[in-house]
């Protein structure tokens, strides 16, 4: 059976470039880059020269860069070096920004955080996938302490205007974290434009090796140093860099033409509308990322069409990636508005390298005959 692809959002798979590079420097630059002598200085070039070249691509200065274990990594040290550090306050967010800034939150929404004097105000999307801007500007106050906002979301692909209320949160003196894992690659970003204080990037969504991220911090603002330890990135996070992991980043930046994608996005979802025409998709109208087609189908069950369509070797995600097996229904289809059922009856399809518009065919094929299993098992007429 031929086995298909088609979850790039979860995690585009390594890149044979980062590949190469991750085990140039293992072999090569062994040494711990903390080392003074020689092993050492070479490991530490390999890591300056990936730090540069991940600068330059984001618009950012050197300095701004802290090598991370992951973008969940990275968003749990801005948003408690910022709360940390501050008088209890507001944190104003939006209700569909992946778990790894959701839950961090959650500590500052417990009854004794209330009791101290915070709160978190979750702004909601439009039924289009969009949270306004205007409506995060009206829920920040004098007392928020932090905004996050992501820059693409990982569900439907909806682009988010993090300039504007970047624009709002500087000439207001107000911290602003950007969750930019799935823009990178298919945005074009800079940091200093953008003008926040903190942005969080993943290696493994580029083709990079899993389990290496990064944040860029504004000059000037500190960080808490989560794992205090031997204060490597100088002192901002400690820990010896995972430098094959690190150089494999690098190599894979720009390396990936996510646009080339949409051909096969719209292909997809022509093929579906017209083969399945109960099938919506979401956030259709706005701009997205050009690689994500977020499917619903109502009256089916997502992790249902899910495991069928893993039988028939195709890999599709239900719901949230970093939730798939979990059986909560998406908090972003939620918080657009539709209900339970609905937000249950959902599949996300993210193409990316090796794909064709044969997959994209192939993949409307098996909904359309796992569609018509599933109602005939359910007794209705097709
Ligand atoms: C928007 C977003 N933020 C954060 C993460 C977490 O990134 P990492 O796997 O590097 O921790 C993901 C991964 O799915 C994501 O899509």
New binding site residues.
């Given amino acids: 059976m031929l086995q298909r692809y088609l979850d790039f ?3 585009c798979p390594p890149l044979r470039v980062a590949l190469d590079a991750a085990e140039q420097v293992a072999t090569q630059a062994p040494g711990n880059p903390s080392s003074l002598h020689w092993a050492g200085r070479a490991a530490r070039r390999y890591v300056d020269d990936a730090r540069d070249k991940l600068a330059a691509y984001l618009g950012a200065e050197s300095g701004s860069v802290v090598f991370t ?7 749990n040290i801005a948003i408690h070096s910022v709360l940390s550090a501050s008088e209890p306050g507001a944190i104003v967010t939006t209700a569909i ?5 959701l839950k961090p939150l959650e500590r500052f929404s417990t009854d004794t955080a209330k009791a101290q004097g915070w709160s978190v105000t979750q702004v909601r999307p439009e039924a289009s996938g969009v949270v306004s801007a205007e409506h995060m500007i009206a829920a920040i106050h004098e007392d928020t302490r932090l905004v996050c906002m ?1 820059l ?3 569900e439907s692909g909806a682009v988010q205007p993090v300039q504007q209320v970047a624009d709002y949160c500087r000439e207001h003196g107000i911290r602003m974290l950007v ?1 930019a ?2 823009g990178l690659g298919k945005k074009a970003l800079s940091f200093k434009s953008l003008g926040v204080d903190f942005m ?1 990037l ?4 580029i083709g990079g090796p ?4 990064l944040l860029l911090v504004r000059r000037g603002v500190k960080l808490l140093e989560l794992t205090p330890g031997g204060g490597q990135e100088r002192g901002r996070r400690s820990g010896t860099e995972n430098v094959p992991g690190i150089a494999g980043f690098a190599a894979a930046l720009g390396e990936v033409d996510f646009e080339s994608f949409a051909v096969i996005r719209d292909r997809f979802e022509k093929e579906l509308s017209e083969r399945l025409p109960l099938a919506s998709i979401i956030a259709k109208d706005v701009e997205r990322t050009p690689n994500t087609s977020l499917v619903m189908l109502p009256g089916m069950d997502g992790e249902t069409l899910l495991m069928q369509l893993d039988l028939a070797g195709f890999a599709v995600a239900s719901g ?3 939730a798939s097996g979990k059986l909560d229904p998406s908090h972003v289809l939620m918080a657009m508005g539709l209900s339970e059922q609905m937000a249950r009856s959902s599949i996300r399809v993210s193409f990316g390298p090796g794909n064709s518009e044969d997959d994209a065919i192939a993949l409307v094929d098996a909904l359309v005959t796992v569609f018509q299993r599933l109602k005939q098992m359910a007794g209705m007429a097709v």
């Fill in positions: 959002n979860a995690t274990s992951g973008a969940s990594e990275s968003n920004e992946h778990p790894a800034v992501m693409a979301n990982n969750d894992v799935q969080s993943s290696a493994h969504k899993k389990g290496v991220g949230s990636a970093c």
